[in-house]
């Protein structure tokens, strides 16, 4: 099955509810994207004094997600990138992902968002695994967990080798699968699923300025960078009652507080 490229929310919104995922792309400009990636190149600039940082029974900011071992930081992930640096929200891609979102299903804010960047040559996966398994919620009726929708934003082209996004296609529509701990090369441990032998397996490349959307119970698994360069993503997840879930997650500390120091960009012109 070769993914469906949609232009339209519309058409975005029938194949999430056909097939639990879309491709979008020719949304942003390659300034959009450099803009983005300005700010978030400067959060992982503090990748290793965020990590450390972390104190036992604290939120966890920043981590190594590498399932294989290598030298270095293969696959470091930061969590809440755009309540650390709050500009992420003024940036043109941030913008334009929410309006695309609620033009698809009505008024959606951020409710959590994360960056991940795939070292060159990384042998590290993303294991299959549903975003719905993996939350405080997962055990409450699907109507229940609300709506939300999972923006997979890369900032360049994404491919089978430097590891996009793979879905199975209907998984949203099942039950959730069991998901089994396992222990990363380095870091925290993980929880990832099996698709089963008949799933329906569906690799979605993405050029740079477009994206894939997915459900949070839409099985999804992104594979190994084979690639000399960097393959960077930035994840947003919106829902009707987002900014409600920062703000209370924010009273519960377990969102980060803005980090102090990093430049503002100069959108002069923009």
């Not at 300005?38 to 981590?63: K, W, Y």
């Not at 999804?220 to 703000?247: D, L, P, Q, V």
């Amino acid at each position: 099955m070769a993914p469906r490229r949609d232009s339209s929310p519309r058409e975005a919104a029938a194949s999430l509810s056909r097939n639990g995922f879309a491709v979008v792309e020719d949304i942003f400009s390659r300034d959009d994207l450099r803009e983005a990636e300005t700010l978030l190149d400067q959060l992982f600039r503090e990748f290793s004094a965020l990590r450390q940082a972390r104190r036992p029974g604290q939120r966890i900011v920043a981590r190594d997600m590498a399932t294989a071992m290598g030298e270095g930081i293969d696959q470091p992930e930061i969590l809440y990138a755009a309540s650390l640096n709050p500009e992420l929200e003024r940036t043109a891609l941030f913008r334009k992902c929410t309006a695309f979102a609620q033009s698809m299903t009505g008024s959606v804010t951020r409710a959590f968002d994360h960056a991940i960047v795939k070292s060159p040559f990384n042998m590290s996966v993303t294991p299959w695994h549903q975003d719905a398994a993996l939350t405080r919620f997962r055990h409450l009726p699907r109507f229940l967990r609300g709506e939300r929708l999972h923006f997979w934003i890369p900032l360049q082209d994404a491919t089978p080798s430097n590891g996009c996004m793979e879905f199975v296609a209907g998984s949203h529509r099942q039950p959730l699968l069991k998901h089994e701990s396992f222990v990363r090369a380095r870091g925290d441990g993980g929880w990832a699923a099996s698709p089963g032998p008949d799933a329906q397996r569906v690799a979605c490349p993405v050029r740079a300025g477009g994206f894939t959307i997915h459900t949070p119970g839409t099985l999804h698994y992104a594979g190994r960078n084979e690639t000399a360069a960097s393959r960077k993503a930035w994840i947003i997840h919106f829902s009707r009652f987002g900014s409600m879930e920062i703000a209370l997650k924010r009273l519960l500390s377990r969102v980060p507080a803005p980090l102090p120091g990093l430049a503002v960009p100069d959108r002069r012109g923009s």
